[in-house]
């Protein structure tokens, strides 16, 4: 009986790895996309600069 059960399991673990590298191969993802590109520095807004569009407003009740 458990002789049988060990069989199953490993004829189960076979196919499994079987179907695994048939997918592998002939996979629908495609090519590989190409690597991200890093985002830009991010510039911190509001923040306070030369320009008129960089004008901070800030509230404080007392």
């Given amino acids: 009986m458990a002789a049988v ?6 004829a189960g673990l076979a196919a499994a790895a ?3 590298m ?9 090519q590989p996309s190409p690597l991200p590109r890093p ?5 911190p807004h509001p923040a306070p600069g030369p320009g008129d569009s960089n004008i901070f407003w800030g509230l404080q009740e007392t």
């Fill in 5 to 10: 059960l060990a069989l199953r399991v490993v």
């Fill in 18 to 20: 079987l179907v695994a």
């Fill in 22 to 30: 048939l997918l592998e191969h002939y996979g629908l993802a495609g």
């Fill in 39 to 43: 985002a830009p520095p991010r510039r």
